[in-house]
C-alpha cells in the first residue's frame, strides 16, 4: 500500500542555498503561496519538473559566467 502524501507547512525564513534557489523559482513561476500552503509534496510532476529544469538551467548559466570571468582574468 503506497504512503500518503504528507503535505507539510514550508518555512521559507529556514531554507539551505540550493532551497532559497528553488523557492524563488517557484515563486517566479507563481508556485510560492501553494508550496507554503502545501509544501513541496503538494505541487504536481509538471510543475516539480518545471522548477528541476530551470534550476539547471540557472546553474548552468551561473557556472559558464564563473568560468568566462576566470578566462578574462
Known sequence: MPKAKKNEPFNPK????QEQLKFEI???LGLGDKVIAGGWRSLTAKESGKIG????K???E???EAL????GA
Do not use: N
Open 14 to 17: 529556514d531554507l539551505t542555498p
Open 26 to 28: 517557484a515563486q517566479e
Open 53 to 56: 529544469g530551470l534550476i539547471t
Open 58 to 60: 540557472k546553474k548552468r
Open 62 to 64: 551561473m557556472k559558464r
Open 68 to 71: 568566462e570571468q576566470e578566462q
